[in-house]
């Protein structure tokens, strides 16, 4: 049995104004909006029910006004088009009339309505009065609310200390803003500092780098924490806080660069920065315009072990006497209000495209090992020797899309690798211009501005671009030389080169630790892998958890102009929030009503955001509304009706849910439909004007996972034909992953019906995005099938069975 | 303006565009819409295509991978190219199920494995051949076993082992037919041997047998050298009468000794002969063909016990002796050809009950779609993603296999998913025998140390030439690939024999220290 909570600010006679929209002849073209005007004075509540040809204009919203005014509303529903494009208008003509926006209501009788039934005019009608009836049926319930205003705390952190993290740092410091940088290297730099040149204009990478480097340094508004990773963050927009734990250097900052311990130290091994060419000392500075300068001990090569003490070289070495073995891991606590994720991204490695035979040939490289070869800070000064006999090649291979755009690698373009052969073959062009160079690729992507230019020189420099991917390299066993063998698909031959050396291009993936990171902001990844955006075109860098944004390559692959760019318009949308220093929260999040709550933590733990703390001990529930999106998937989770979901309350759905299926029910289908996919789908249909039968009733909820398991045992036992829930495909939700919840309900909605013997058919589960028209159509047309075989024992049989609910 | 009346479901964007072209989109004569076949999703909606394949074409890059993978294409290049058959079927299927590409491929999976879309050409130009056959346009097929007979050495050996034209729903006497006619091509007889230099050749499996005939054929002295009684390699000892009739392998076998070829069975080079001999008995060059014979070890406990047997000497005496030593329960492990071909195998013996414990799933069995189906259908039963923990033992024999459940993880670097153990799976299967077929390997101990190899001890080549890493010492086939296929040994004979005539023509004294020795 529903629990129904007493609804304690309820307390005066509802007053309501309903206004009949003509939009011209949008909707008056299809449904009589006299007639449906004439409905809504039946309907309880209602004082004033007029129609109008034009609802948005001035005239219409003066209108509104003085009934407000004249005749005391203290509700008003409008039947006009989607609430997605106007209800912003009505709620300030309320608010202008003095009445809370949130007393606001309205009937989709355009997009939903009109637009759809063009050629069933008496049909369309009908609905249109159900769905004010539902609106209406809705206002009575609505409350008024408060919109809370959480403060910013103005002081940002930036994960990341690639270009990308660097830039978002100086931009938001620039402003005038405290920035935490933390950088899980040694040094920040990223992978920028690792290339030789940058496409497309051949810029030297570290000397355009450096300064930007040492700025962060120095910066006064910006503090540095290298050798650090953010350990747990806490709290929502504008309130974070989060836990650094920073790693010990076991170096002072006494230290001052000179190198005397490296040359001291015993032990050498492979260096990350030369990618494995070169080699390093157990004590060093990553290269050469490390920022911070100064050295760092790797304690898993060093020989000094504590208490025991096997070395000291080092330490005799220095005369500063920076080196301190007793430094410990310390835990820092910052409190920020913004956070920019730049994480940055890796290269694949092609160990395991077997038939390149990467690591099995000397002479076969990656393209990044490439750019440590040519690069004159590197571990040949700059010569472009091969591995096996240290002498310059003569013929050069690269091959394309080395673990992209394929099923056994990764599925998606690397966005790169395309131009930075090119810059690379014109690199050598330029120092040893005999050398023969092919490039053997699937397709050329040089999309960018100055990449045709480019593409073209290294066309006129003689680089021999051949279409077709090598089926495999094979070392000559005798001269180490490798043989190139695959298809020249243009010209439909094969091909069998002998080569000095081969680069393979690389593609760039996620991070390996991007599901730590991911789980630490509750952020959401595509299918990629790489971290998703709020929304993919109108906010880029926005991520879907409030407060937080993204910038370079953990958001996606992307070159360096790309990655600084989207690095300041991260700076400049954490600075707007700062600057405001608050944000209002829409008054949709939930309330707690102790009462009923028997503190079982079911909403707390399907809340995507984390926003509900319950305490089993003190007996507690609180919603931080901060952190609340509004999604409601605790309020459908919560067995209890304990969550009052402000604006779509459990009520307020039932009497929409009473409204429609009041006649016919058997004959609809009551359908409910996300704000963001679904609604909006069904609203491109209209705009589409795409036909479907005019049975369908929609719902509009926030999240499909407000849809609680009651709502649609609710609708069965008001006898409705049949039940759709629509929402966005999986990991498109608008709300992280809250879409999984629905399923899962439906799913176990569905066991129960075979159980009762109810038609699992009635129940239909879709994803749809909101360019979906048509698939949304679709399937209600299909949806009819599921009606037509429906008998009245069948409707019994369900109403019985789920009788009140 | 409202001439046309617009249909329910169109967009006003087509309204538009209607409007716009009005006078060209009608036809006059039936004043309906006239249509525009445009690329390949138009084309795409022949209905002679079943939709599976359609699904599948859609994904090729046309990145040439299959093509430059596959020995078929390069042995009667250019007359073959799998990719662009594929591309055909996708854009212009018409023409494709008319075409003799189809029927050109050998079966061998190659591509399959270095695809990088996945794509399993075999299998997708399969259904085409059956829609060909349903159809009755076997004018293509024609046209294919004449280009076959042309281009391929032992193209009878090769239709069993190889292209399995009877599965495609051919009717048998056109099968027949074909047969005879490729039985019947003009061969060519007994060269004299003008030329001087002479050519060792170890191994007489398909790419050795290949070698000697075509060396043999330009005239050169050939002696194959052999360590079991008859030669045929792998295709003697271990495939199965029932896929390989002896007759047929004889007869083809024959050709060799009308070349004038010397053959000289029962003589192991390392053993019989030491490899250095061969420079002293006046060889100019050698080809090493020893195939893949020695067969890998589980390496789990109960392995030495009585009962536990490989897969390619069951194979073997089962062929040369009617009896073998089996057990009523046999477990055969392992996901290959040789797999499915022991399992039946056994089952021809004494075996009543047969299971094969494969490690992934049917998806990524390279054994032939057909052989895994009428080995089912035989009744051997197949356990996926299965794997042995060890052999249990009682009175010193097998008494059973206790394996567990294995998932199937992240892509492995042979484009397959690597399977991982379940905790707590394990489950035990009562077996009298065990037969091991996960795979072999190569013994290559007789060889100097100058012919490099790899981990696996696959011979490192020249992949143009196939010379080794020591002058004037070639191989091929399963030596070098690991164990492959009969076409790519085939290929791989082709390719050496071509140049290993630059030494066989040299004239005047041998330049090379070794040689001496
Ligand atoms: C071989 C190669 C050549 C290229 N050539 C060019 C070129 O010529 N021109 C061009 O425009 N682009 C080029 N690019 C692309 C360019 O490198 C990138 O666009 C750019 O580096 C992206 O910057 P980023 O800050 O997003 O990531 P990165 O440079 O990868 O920096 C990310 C940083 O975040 C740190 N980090 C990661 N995880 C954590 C964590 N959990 N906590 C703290 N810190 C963390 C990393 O250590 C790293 O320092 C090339 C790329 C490659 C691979
Ligand atoms: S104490 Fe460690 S870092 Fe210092 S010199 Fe010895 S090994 Fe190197
Ligand atoms: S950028 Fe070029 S090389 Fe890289 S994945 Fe895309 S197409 Fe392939
Ligand atoms: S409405 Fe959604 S985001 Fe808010 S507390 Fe409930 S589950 Fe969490
Ligand atoms: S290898 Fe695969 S993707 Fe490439 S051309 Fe062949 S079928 Fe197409
Ligand atoms: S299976 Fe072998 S023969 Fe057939 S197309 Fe593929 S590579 Fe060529």
Known sequence: ?805 | MTLLKRSNSASDLYVCKVLYRRDRLYSRRTKKPLTIVLGREARMESPLIPQEIREKTKYCFECGVCTASCPMAELLSPQYNPRSVLQQILEDPDRALKSEGLWLCAWCYKCYKRCPQGLKLPEILHTAKQEVAKRGFDASFEKAVSIIEKHIPFPILCWYTCFHPERTGIPNDKIVAMKEKLAGRPKKGKKPTNRQGRAAIIGSGPAGLTAACQLAERGYPVTLFEALPKIGGMLRKSMPAYRLPRKELDNEIQLLKDLGVEIRTSTEVGKDIKFDELWRCGYKVVFVAVGAHTSLKLGIEGEDLDGVIDALNFLWTAKESAKVDITERVGVIGGGNVAIDAARTALRHKAKEVVILYRRSLNEMTANPWEIGEAEKEGVRIEFQVAPKKILKKDGKVAGLECFRVELGELDETGRKRPVPIEGSEFSLQLGTVIVAIGERTETSFLPNEVERDRSNRILVNPVTMETSMTRVFAGGDAVTGPASVIEAILAGKRAAGFMEKYLNETGEREDAHLAS
């Open chain 1, 1 to 805: 049995m529903p629990i129904l909570p007493a609804d304690p600010e309820i307390t005066e006679e509802a007053r309501i104004g309903v206004y009949v929209c003509h939009c011209g002849l949008n909707i008056a073209g299809t449904v009589n909006c006299e007639e449906v005007a004439e409905f809504a004075a039946t309907l309880p509540h209602v004082v004033v029910a007029k129609d109008h040809r034009y609802t948005c204009s001035d005239q219409g919203q003066e209108l509104i006004k003085n009934d407000i005014k004249n005749s005391d509303l203290n509700r008003i529903v409008v039947a006009s088009c989607s609430p997605r494009l106007h209800e912003l208008t009505f709620r300030k003509t309320c608010e202008e009339a003095g009445l809370n926006k949130y007393l606001f209501e309205m009937a989709n009788i355009r997009e939903h309505c009109s637009w759809v039934h063009h050629h069933d005019k008496e049909a369309a009608t009908e609905k249109a009065k159900d769905l004010v009836r539902a609106a209406v049926a809705k206002a009575t319930l609505l409350e008024s609310e408060i919109e809370t205003v959480v403060p910013i705390n103005r002081k940002a952190l930036v994960i990341g200390g690639g270009v990308a993290g660097i830039q978002a740092a100086l931009d938001l410091a620039d402003t005038g803003y405290k920035v935490f940088v933390v950088e899980k290297q040694p040094s920040i730099g990223g992978r920028m500092a690792q290339i030789d040149k940058t496409f497309p204009t051949m810029d030297c990478s570290i000397c355009i780098l450096a300064p930007k480097m040492s700025d962060v340094g120095h910066h006064p508004n910006i503090e540095l924490y290298t050798n650090s990773e953010v350990q747990e963050v806490k709290g929502y927009i504008g309130n974070f806080t989060v836990k650094v734990l920073k790693k010990p250097r076991y170096i002072t900052d006494e230290c001052s660069a000179c190198n005397d311990c490296s040359e001291a130290c015993p032990i050498a091994a492979p260096n990350e920065f030369d990618v494995g060419l070169a080699t390093r000392k157990a004590i060093f500075t990553p290269f050469a315009q490390a920022v911070p300068s100064t050295y760092i001990i790797d304690r898993d090569l060093c020989l000094n072990e504590e208490g025991i003490m096997t070395c000291d070289k080092c330490i005799e070495a220095c005369e500063r006497q920076a080196i301190d073995f007793d430094m410990k891991p310390e835990t820092i606590e910052l409190q920020v209000g913004t956070i920019v994720v730049a994480t940055g991204a890796e290269v694949s490695d092609p160990t395991r495209f077997t038939n390149y035979g990467y690591t099995r040939y000397p002479n076969v490289i990656t393209s990044l090992e490439f750019e440590r070869l040519i690069n004159a800070g590197g571990p040949s000064s700059g010569n472009l020797v091969r591995p096996s006999d240290m002498k310059i090649p003569k013929t050069v291979a690269f091959i394309q899309c080395v673990g992209s755009r394929s099923k056994k690698g990764n599925p998606y373009c690397s966005n790169v690798c395309c131009m930075n052969t090119v810059k690379d073959s014109l690199l050598i062009k330029e120092h040893w211009p005999d050398v023969k160079i092919y490039v053997f690729y699937l397709d050329m992507r040089a999309f960018g501005k100055g990449f045709e230019d480019l593409y073209r020189r290294a066309k006129e420099a003689g680089v021999m671009f051949i279409r077709g991917l090598p089926a495999e390299v094979v070392e000559d066993p005798k001269t180490h030389n490798l043989w190139v063998i695959g298809e020249n698909t243009l010209q439909k031959e094969i091909y069998k080169i002998n080569l000095d050396l081969v680069i393979l291009s690389v593609g760039i993936e996620p991070c390996k630790d991007s599901d730590a990171i991911q789980r630490l902001f509750t952020l959401s990844r595509t299918s990629d892998g790489f971290f998703m955006e709020a929304h993919p075109k109108l906010k880029p860098v926005d991520a879907p958890t409030g407060g937080v944004f993204l910038a370079g390559c953990a958001e996606s692959p992307k070159d360096i102009k790309d990655s600084v760019t989207q690095a300041s318009a991260a700076a400049a949308r954490a600075g707007i929030l700062m600057a405001q220093g608050k944000v209002t929260v829409e008054a949709i999040t939930p309330k707690p009503i102790l009462e009923n709550c028997r503190i079982c933590g079911m909403c707390a733990q399907v809340c995507p955001y984390n926003a509900i703390v319950v305490d089993k001990e003190a007996k507690s529930v609180q919603v931080i509304d901060a952190a609340c999106a509004g999604c409601g998937t605790c309020g459908a989770e919560c067995q209890f009706e304990a969550l009052h979901m402000r604006h779509f309350t459990d009520n307020q759905i039932r009497s929409q849910i009473d409204a429609l299926t009041e006649e016919d029910a058997d004959t609809k289908i009551i359908a409910f439909c996300c704000n963001w996919c679904a609604y909006a789908g069904a609203d491109f249909a209209g705009v589409s004007r795409i036909q479907y039968p005019p049975n369908v009733r929609i719902i509009r909820t926030m999240c499909s996972g407000r849809v609680s398991s009651t709502f649609i045992e609710h609708a069965f036992a008001r006898g409705a034909g049949a039940v759709l829930v629509a929402g966005c495909h999986p990991g498109d939700c608008h709300y992280i992953d809250a879409n999984y919840q629905t399923q899962r309900r439906v799913e176990r909605l569905w066991k129960k019906m075979a159980r009762l013997d109810v038609d699992t058919d009635r129940l239909q589960l879709l994803w749809a995005s909101a360019a979906e028209g048509e698939r949304i159509a679709t399937k209600i047309r299909e949806m009819q099938s599921v009606l037509a075989k429906l008998k009245p024992e069948g409707v019994e049989k369900a109403t019985k069975a789920f009788e009140g609910r």
